[in-house]
């Protein structure tokens, strides 16, 4: 029979293997820091085939002008930027205008054509790539950054013909709200570090696509961005197509993307990754979901606590909030290199990670999400299902009866 006290050994110890997961994470993002990137080979004349940027916009994101500006200036390899609106209504549309204006030998504006699916981001990329020049199609979020050397270290790893996706670790920045902190803390902490660690500890290569750069060619064999139109975590299926359908590897980069997130709430905070649980948990099996849940394991410490209080579970749960919290604080620095951790990370941390614990908790039972203004149901694989219309039924018509003269007279 399962007592509390069981229960409570059972939670610790999940605690507990969860926060010695982290500790090796952790090695692993100090390594990935402290070593330089791998020496590029020269390469023979002539230069490289150009890299076509895709660059969907959807609203105004925070400092989305120095955004754009810092992809009209990255340098060789020869590229172009290729922005993406839906419709003259966006308010990124006259952002969009503007740069055109002012970088008008990089960046190019295209307007949507049709709606042929469900995932707003994909619906532009199919317009996108049909106007792109170049063989090497990189899909990059309006609400990022890079460093110098971003396009010449994708541009060499296609040397390589067994590459065919290229992606890169995404860390935060910017924050000027307790929403945007945290939003960066995850991504740096979460997404970043659990890249990093995939590919140091198994060899395996997690596709993000804040950054995502495919061969044409591939984009093509896969039957273009149109095959994953209903799909709403398009590069986690990419990726996988990529390698299991076309035997080709899907590489993580070494240089981080910058995720720029400024004035973000809380509550957009947690609305996002309510919606990014339900998404994860229909693409992975639930026994992993569950598992991955470890990562977090303070709630899971405190839990354990709770039911079976004493001197040494406090304590464990105690010892579980230290080792997490300087766990995100240490891949938190180590992934934004000279800049300063705000006096709030600490408390942000406890935060985050018990709105992360309700998020993962709707998303094991959860199908469906909000997007965009729009409900839609979330299948296997992340396939997006539309709501059925409803059925409208239309008033039943009144019947006049002619009633006799008599029987009007007795109802009256």
Known sequence: MLTLHTLSLALLAAATFGTLALCVQLVCVLRHAWDDAPPLPSLPEPRRSGISILKPLCGVDDDLEANLECFATLGDPVYEVILGVKDTRDPAYPVALAAVARWPDVMRLEMQHGEPG??????????LAAAARYDVLLISDSNTRVGPGYLEEISRAFEDPSVGCVSHPVSGVGEASLGSLMDNLYLCTTAAAGQIAA???AGQDLVVGKSMALRREVVEGLDGFYAVRNVLAEDFVIGQWVTRRMGLRAVVAHAPV?????????QTFFQRYVRWSIIHHTCIPTPLYLAQSTLNPLPWALLGAALSPSAWTLGLAGAVAGVKVLHDVLVFRAM???LKTPWMTLPAVLLKDALLFVAWAHGLGVRSVNWRGRSLRVRAGSRLVAPAAPVHVLPRPEVHVETPRAEQLLAG
């Open 118 to 127: 469900l995932n707003p981001k994909v619906n532009q990329l199919i317009t």
């Open 199 to 201: 590919k140091r500890i």
């Open 258 to 266: 910058y995720n720029v997130s400024q004035k973000k709430s809380v």
């Open 336 to 338: 934004r290199p000279g």
